[in-house]
T-cell receptor
Framework: SQQGEEDPQALSIQEGENATMNCSYKTSINNLQWYRQNSGRGLVHLIL?????REKHSGRLRVTLDTSKKSSSLLITASRAADTASYFCATDAKETSGSRLTFGEGTQLTVNP | NAGVTQTPKFRVLKTGQSMTLLCAQDMNHEYMYWYRQDPGMGLRLIHYSVGEGTTAKGEVPDGYNVSRLKKQNFLLGLESAAPSQTSVYFC??????????FGSGTRLTVV
């Protein structure tokens, strides 16, 4: 079963708006990561947040982590058509000691020009 | 600047045929992984390796075998392909616990 579950499954917004995607997970983690996948391509690592961190920024990306609720959110500000892609959260569970990630099913983001 | 290279990019197999997917990385990463991606199911881990000469089973290992004879290469084998193995296969490498670098994928169809 998938460790991470993204919400919503699909999101459609207008260029310039903010996009928020959520991820819930089940077990204790070392870190949580977000990836982007353009259609027909491999996944690209966006950002990693450790279990002792609550918020992290990278350019137009803002990630929050709430370990008490076992949830994370990815905010993309001032979205662009080029942000259209699938976004996946992935968890590095404590029980697997950093040896592998478990991916969620992804959120399909469409940014309309 | 190659990163992770997967070959082939596309393949059509008949049921019962065998094939090997090759993954090569030039970043000297210790960890390598094979995932499959199916519509609506995200990525599922098939097998992984934490170093040269090591392999371990992931979430969906049945019907697949792997080998990591050299640090830079991770091979995924299908001994007797089945239609259920139609999927997109992704290889990734990392120096855990950091982010993964993914290849561009192999689209496999078993008829």
């Amino acid at each position: 079963s998938q460790q991470g579950e993204e919400d919503p499954q699909a999101l459609s917004i207008q260029e310039g708006e903010n996009a928020t995607m959520n991820c819930s997970y089940k077990t204790s983690i070392n870190n949580l990561q977000w990836y982007r996948q353009n259609s027909g391509r491999g996944l690209v690592h966006l950002i990693l947040i450790r279990s002792n961190e609550r918020e992290k920024h990278s350019g137009r990306l803002r990630v929050t982590l709430d370990t008490s609720k076992k949830s994370s959110s990815l905010l993309i500000t001032a979205s662009r058509a080029a942000d259209t892609a699938s976004y996946f959260c992935a968890t590095d569970a404590k029980e697997t000691s950093g040896s592998r990630l478990t991916f969620g099913e992804g959120t399909q983001l469409t940014v309309n020009p | 600047n190659a990163g992770v290279t997967q070959t082939p990019k596309f393949r059509v197999l008949k049921t019962g045929q065998s094939m090997t997917l090759l993954c090569a990385q030039d970043m000297n990463h210790e960890y390598m992984y094979w995932y499959r991606q199916d519509p609506g199911m995200g990525l599922r881990l098939i097998h992984y390796s934490v170093g040269e000469g090591t392999t371990a089973k992931g979430e969906v290992p049945d019907g697949y075998n792997v080998s990591r004879l050299k640090k830079q290469n991770f091979l995924l084998g299908l001994e007797s392909a089945a239609p259920s193995q139609t999927s997109v296969y992704f290889c990734a490498s990392s120096d855990a616990p950091y982010g993964y670098t993914f290849g561009s994928g192999t689209r496999l169809t078993v008829v």
